[in-house]
Nanobody, 121 residues
Framework: QVQLVESGGGLVQAGGSLRLSCAAS?????MCWFRQAPGKEREFVVG????????RYSDSVKGRFTISREKAKNTVYLQMNKLKPEDTAVYYC?????????????????WGQGTQVTVSS
């Protein structure tokens, strides 16, 4: 089994920044971030392939969010800048085998518990 633990969520003012972390129990997995706001569907944010080094961003966060990896710690990071109130959601780390980065929830079998990000206006 793959265990994922997210951290770094919190409360920030609009225009501010946060950095989320996701520590995985195994390496060389494709990993990504999803988010889910109250009453909304879970949506893809960004993904990264550990083996290939490729990334994929949703249009809503491209240019504001940056995903990175630290293989030695089996950890991925999500640097979030210029945060907006509409970014408020529970952010989930997810992982899957294989080299492709999927933007579909059902494409991932391993999920973290989520970390709350709240952006005030």
């Amino acid at each position: 089994q793959v265990q994922l633990v997210e951290s770094g969520g919190g409360l920030v003012q609009a225009g501010g920044s946060l950095r989320l972390s996701c520590a995985a129990s195994r390496r060389d997995y494709t990993m990504c971030w999803f988010r889910q706001a109250p009453g909304k569907e879970r949506e893809f944010v960004v993904g990264i392939s550990w083996s290939g080094g490729s990334t994929r961003y949703s249009d809503s966060v491209k240019g504001r969010f940056t995903i990175s990896r630290e293989k030695a710690k089996n950890t991925v990071y999500l640097q979030m800048n210029k945060l907006k109130p509409e970014d408020t959601a529970v952010y989930y780390c997810a992982a899957r085998g294989g080299s492709s980065i999927s933007s579909v929830v059902n494409g991932y079998h391993y999920w973290g518990q989520g970390t709350q990000v709240t952006v005030s206006s």
